[in-house]
């Protein structure tokens, strides 16, 4: 649902200038980093802190990297503020169709989820970013999972890195970003390669940067999973005692990629190819040429959608990348885990077939 930005959506307009300064005073913030990426999170509750750095627990740092931006994350019931505003005629939603894109000059520069009463903002001039929600508990639990990816999106919409949406498997010393939309197998491959072993940089959002040989990497933006109890049938993963499948559409199990089996986080993974996965259902997973034009099919539209703010900044991404790699198919055979066999055997020979 598009509104005109009639509402309130600046950071001025959501929370008073002097508030916002005292907060970004009063609380010391967390540092994270994500490849040329830093961010300061400044939570203003104890709640809201762990929430978000459930999924980034891995990139906490000491200080400041080279591109810093600084997030005040507050929830207005604890911090005794007056509640976010609503979108009017939003009031019955409920997610995941509850999202509001507000708009300026054709570029969304707010996001509002009225079935939580949220708010993301970004402020380019001063690389300040805002969420702000009237109830933490309220926020869909997929949410958590990527936390602060919309204000990471804006912030690197002018930068030559950014978000893309794939599954990465393997560690510093080479691995693939799978490339598709929900259902072709790409977080049942990577808990089967996690499951055996392997590493990666995540499931579903990865931040993509080049090095100075002009090497891709892809690097660890969130340590989450999503399980689907299709995929915990195939691999034979386990999800944490209790968890409950939960998420839009298909139902899956969200947990830490680190607890997954034998599998563990890779913080930053040189790309050899972008390999594009289908289900074939034959008895063996076969990795052969493939296309770039339909790479970037699979990866720049679905980027723009999971990332919302910039999908022509996404977009752009994507096409860097399809150049810069191999691009192949990947059918996959009845067996997740020999398809992470093959996976790793390509890595390791770089054969193809």
């Not at 977009?315 to 150049?323: E, I, S, W």
Request: charged share 15%; with cysteine.
């Amino acid at each position: 649902m598009t509104q005109g930005a009639t509402p309130p959506h600046r950071l001025a307009d959501l929370v008073p200038a002097p508030q916002l300064a005292a907060i970004f005073a009063r609380v010391p913030p967390l540092f994270y980093r994500i490849g040329p990426l830093s961010i300061a999170l400044h939570a203003a509750d104890a709640r809201l802190a762990a929430l978000l750095g459930g999924a980034l627990h891995h990139a906490r740092s000491d200080g400041p990297g080279p591109c810093h931006i600084r997030v005040a994350a507050v929830d207005t019931g604890q911090a005794g503020l007056p509640a976010p505003p609503m979108v009017p005629g939003t009031e019955h939603l409920t997610p995941p169709m509850d999202e509001v894109n507000l708009r300026a000059g054709g570029r969304i520069i707010a996001i509002h989820q009225a079935g939580a009463r949220a708010w993301e903002t970004y402020d380019a001039a001063s690389r300040t970013g805002l969420l702000l929600v009237a109830d933490a508990a309220r926020v869909a639990p997929w949410e958590w999972a990527s936390p602060l990816k919309r204000l990471i999106a804006w912030a690197t919409r002018e930068e030559p890195f950014g978000l893309l949406h794939g599954a990465v498997m393997g560690d510093a010393r080479g691995g693939v970003l799978l490339a598709g939309t929900t259902g072709v197998g790409k977080s049942t491959t990577t808990a089967a390669a996690l499951l055996a072993g392997m590493g990666s940089a995540g499931d579903d959002v990865t931040l993509i940067a080049w090095d100075p040989e002009g090497t891709p990497v892809a690097h660890a933006a969130f340590d989450a999973v999503k399980l689907s109890e299709e995929t915990l049938r195939l691999t034979g993963a386990r999800p944490p005692s209790g968890s409950a499948a939960t998420g839009p559409g298909l139902a899956k199990h969200i947990m830490p990629l680190r607890q997954l089996g034998k599998g563990r986080l890779s913080p930053m993974v040189p790309l050899r190819a972008i390999l594009l996965p289908r289900l074939t259902g034959g008895a063996r997973s076969v990795i052969a040429p493939g296309s770039a034009a339909a790479a970037l099919r699979a990866l720049g539209p679905v980027s723009g959608f999971v990332m919302r703010v910039t999908p022509e900044a996404s977009f752009a991404l994507a096409a860097r990348l399809v150049r810069s790699l191999p691009c192949l198919d990947l059918d996959l055979g009845r067996d997740p885990a020999e398809a992470a066999a093959r996976i790793g055997a390509f890595l390791g020979d770089g054969a193809v077939g």
